[in-house]
């Protein structure tokens, strides 16, 4: 069992040809709703891969919870320690995106949600595997420092965050720390992602990561760093793709497979997400995963 922690979204998807160079009106290509969130995507990702998981989530009492339940209870995927705050709006986002499968986002978190600061119950066993997501940092820091006196497994998801105590502790009791190219170069204040890889190192010898999208991953494990390139793909929507490569790093983590295994199964889910549309409905299987990945270049280590 694999769960993951961290904010839902219902998000509105508005697809557009191109982004303007200024604001004007545009004639919308199609309109979806789908849900989202690193942590919730990740939980899809999780289960269509073979794995059971659960999602530890915050809803709001309105009709984006109904939603985003129903799609939860589809794949059979466990919410029931999720917290619902009454009279509270579900956290929402816009996204525009386009024919490129680039997109722009504004997202919405009503002030009482966040506020929110009740703790769900959690049942840690060594059967599990945490992901986490520090858009909830109470929730994120509890688990990774519970997680790190227990021995078990925790990939904590580290992108747009804010760089604080609650952070750095996480980071530190986290087992698999990964970073965003922004989130980490912003965390380290380095211009190098390599160096940002070796000085986190420095400071505490385990496992850190870096995902830069079709520049593929790098990492660093027992002081040695690695770079997995990302294969060669038609984008049509990148949205959720790092969510997904989230989601397959713990599942095959969870499985035993080593980093490098893990990485590069992990890439490839990312990678064919990215080839298709659809959200949630675009993640691959286990099989297809399998024989995409059979295209990938050697991981090789930089020296």
């Known amino acids: 069992m694999i769960t993951c922690v961290g904010p839902i979204f219902l998000d509105r998807v508005v697809k557009i040809d191109s982004f303007p160079k200024k604001p004007i009106k545009l004639v919308a290509k199609g309109l979806e709703k789908r849900l989202g969130g690193p942590a919730a995507v990740a939980s899809f990702a999780v289960t269509i891969l073979g794995e059971s998981s659960e999602l530890v989530s915050r ?16 794949y059979n ?85 804010t760089k604080s105590t609650a952070v750095d502790e996480t980071i530190n009791y986290s087992s698999h720390p990964i970073f965003s190219e922004t989130g980490l170069l912003q965390y380290t204040n380095d211009n190098s992602v390599i160096d940002s890889l070796k000085n986190l190192y420095k400071s505490n010898n385990k496992f850190y990561a870096v995902t830069l999208g079709s520049k593929g991953v790098y990492w660093i494990d027992n002081g040695r760093v690695f770079h997995c390139s990302a294969p060669k793909i038609n984008a049509v929507e990148t949205n959720g793709a790092g969510d997904v490569f989230h989601g397959a790093f713990a599942r095959f983590i969870h499985a035993n497979k080593t980093i490098q295994e893990s990485i590069e199964l992990a890439t490839a889910a990312a990678s064919l997400k990215c080839s298709r549309s659809g959200g949630i409905r675009s993640i691959p299987d286990y099989n297809e995963l399998i024989e995409f990945s059979s295209q990938f270049k050697p991981t090789t280590e930089i020296k």
């Open 59 to 74: 809803f709001g009492d309105d009709d984006a919870a109904e939603f985003l339940q129903s799609e939860l209870d589809e």
């Open 77 to 161: 995927i466990n919410f029931e320690n999720s917290i619902t705050v009454n009279g509270a709006l579900s956290s929402q986002s816009h996204i525009f995106e386009d024919n490129h499968g680039e997109r722009m986002l504004a997202v919405f978190n009503e002030k009482k949600l966040l506020e929110e600061k009740t703790l769900p119950n959690f049942n840690f066993t060594n059967e599990q595997t945490y992901l986490i997501d520090t858009h909830w940092i109470e929730a994120a820091h509890y688990v990774a420092k519970n997680t790190h006196e227990r021995g078990i497994k925790c990939v904590v998801d580290l992108d747009n965050f």
